[in-house]
């Protein structure tokens, strides 16, 4: 085997789309011409009002990053008690109920869409629980239907965290308008990204109005009066950078889903190396390309395969490991099964993508796995 890396720069997984250098030099020229650079400006403005209507809702309600967004979601929401919750997500979806003040119910996944489905949680449900959070994992949508219905029989709020899934489509309908309200991640390693940014998607007025009341400290009863404030708005130079990437979306997209069918043509035909499909029919935003390593067939383990890439500078990672139920405080307290879950931080490996990847990149990592194989 050679021991030296493949590659003379790290590959990661996720890496910051750049806009065009030429768009971002005008735009950020407009914000030092303004001297506005934050305190809810044109470009917030602007942002919101364009990540609207690309998620065809009646409100987005920009802030700072993912994670905030669901912290005030769900302050906002007024929820108590229990949300049930899939522990196969990604860390910040759980701890944000915890900086809610509520107690995450862990609810194993199916373990062929790898989400939550209503007959899940509906046997998850006690007198305790108040809502739902759905999250959809690679962009695919987390059963919103059969969710919406369980929540609309026991009397349950709705939410998802979405933030996989900016430009990505459920029987049609794009993913920003299910449930009560979702939120969606603009991180750099995000297929539409302000460095760090998020947005809080809904078609409820009410609840939009208190959003944009506490995502800003200001003391004026503009939005909605009576409760808790926070700092959570996003800067001018987040907001250009949102809406220069709303711009190329369509074409990162493309490029992504080149890459994506890419990796399925050079790994094609490997016993034990299974890719996690999209979807036909929906649109999907491309953003994740990850496989399911069965080590009985592929001969290695996934963690032995990671490690092997990894000394080569392809920087796959294992997403999502360990799952939020095996770390703490929530291991200690832990009550119940998952195994579905646990099963699935054992074999899913995240390949690298995003626009710092070339086709060529995507072919010798083929190339690389298969040498690790064999
Ligand atoms: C499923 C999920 N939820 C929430 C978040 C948090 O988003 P942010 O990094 O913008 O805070 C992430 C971040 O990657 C995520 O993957």
Known sequence: MNEKPAFDAPLHVGQLNLPDQAEFRDMFEGIFA?????????????????????????????????????????????????????????????????????????????????????????????????????????????????????????????????????????????????????????HATKILSGAEGGCITTNDDALAARLRTLRSFHASDEHASGILRLNAKLSEAQAAMILLGLRHLDRFIQENRQRYELYRQGLAGIDGLEFIDYAAGEQSNYQFAVVRITATKLGISRDELLDWLTARNVLARRYFHPGVHRTEPFASALSTELKVTDELCQVLLQLPTGQAITQDHVRDICALIRSAIT
């Not at 470009?43 to 967004?69: C, S, Y």
């Not at 449900?125 to 739902?132: D, G, K, L, M, V």
């Not at 993913?175 to 009560?180: D, K, P, T, V």
């Open 34 to 186: 303004r001297q506005f650079y934050t305190n809810h400006g044109p470009l917030e403005h602007a942002a919101d009002q364009a990540l609207a209507e690309h998620f065809g809702v009646r409100h987005a309600i920009t802030v700072v990053n993912g994670t905030v967004a669901l912290m005030l979601l769900l302050r906002a929401m007024e929820l108590s008690g229990e949300v049930i919750v899939p522990a196969f997500t990604f860390p910040a979806t759980v701890q944000s109920l915890v900086w809610a003040g509520l107690k995450p119910v862990f609810c194993d996944v199916d373990g062929d869409t790898q989400m939550l489905n209503a007959a899940l949680v509906e046997a998850a449900i006690t007198p305790a629980t108040s809502a739902i959070l759905g999250v959809h994992i690679w962009g695919r949508g987390c059963d919103p239907h059969g969710l919406a219905g369980v929540a609309k029989k026991q009397g349950l709020q709705l939410l998802f965290d979405a933030a996989h899934a900016t430009a990505c489509t459920f029987e049609g309908q794009r993913i920003g308008g299910f449930g009560r309200a979702e939120i969606f991640s603009f």
